[in-house]
């Protein structure tokens, strides 16, 4: 393995077998910062979580020539087929952002750390990976479609302003996903209850409410301790 700095883009990598993963940035000269195809004769494959996290001059992201693995649209990193988001740009301005149409997969800490933020619409999204949009402490709104099946662990972690979230249905739901969340008063699953983790409503305010099925069942967040959990899950493999 070969650990660096790139000549051209001043990125942090690895390399192995010809392979490039982006792990960092050593310094940027400006406000874009340009994803390159190859590195050191070898191709840029891959770049780490947590790469660009707390880049907060990084305004937009561009890829350089045809790259066969990176796309970016207005300024966000995607991946080729445009089915995974990787990195939203810490240093945008924008305040409200939509995710388009044909993404289904939020990477992990694809917008973590992001503080400008007030409002975001997931509503095509799928799958939202580890720690998606944790610390976004500007955001108010988070809008979820009707298609989301899984929630990551921490993916809503110390978003500290949300106070109400929305879910037409979710098939699964990690640990500690909305751990630090101390203003939220209010989850909703319109669809049957989701399966769960043994933590994953841990860290919320106790008085949260969390409701499961058209307002048939409903929780207080401290209600929904391990143990509760553990009973919940045996319940549904028994009917399954």
């Not at 996290?53 to 990084?58: D, K, L, Q, R, V």
């Not at 249905?169 to 990690?174: D, K, T, V, Y």
Request: aromatic fraction near 10%.
């Amino acid at each position: 393995m070969k650990s660096a700095i790139s000549e051209t883009s001043e990125l942090t990598y690895s390399i192995v077998a010809q392979e490039a993963t982006i792990t960092g940035v050593n310094m940027l000269t400006n406000t874009t910062l340009v994803i390159p195809t190859m590195i050191s004769d070898a191709k840029v494959v891959a770049i780490e979580p947590t790469a660009f996290e707390g880049c907060s001059y990084i305004e937009k992201y561009e890829v350089e020539g045809d790259s066969p693995v990176f796309k970016t649209i207005e300024g966000v990193l995607f991946s080729k087929d445009g089915k995974r988001l990787i990195s939203y740009p810490r240093g945008s301005h924008t305040e409200w952002y939509r995710v388009p149409e044909g993404v289904l997969y939020v990477e992990p800490r694809a917008f973590a750390r992001e503080t400008k933020l007030k409002s975001i619409d997931l509503r095509n999204v799928r799958i939202l990976g580890h720690s998606a949009l944790k610390c976004c402490t500007s955001l108010e709104e988070i809008r979820i479609g009707k298609f989301l099946e899984k929630i990551g662990p921490f993916a809503f972690s110390f978003c500290t302003r949300v106070k109400e979230m929305e879910f037409a249905s979710c098939a699964e739901i990690g640990d500690w996903a909305w751990a630090g969340a101390f203003r939220m008063s209010r989850i909703w699953f319109h669809e049957p209850r989701p399966r769960l983790s043994l933590y994953s409503f841990a860290d919320l305010p106790g008085k949260t409410q969390i409701g499961f099925g058209n307002g048939c069942v409903c929780y207080k967040a401290a209600e929904l301790n391990p143990a509760f959990v553990a009973l919940a899950q045996a319940e549904t493999e028994e009917l399954t």
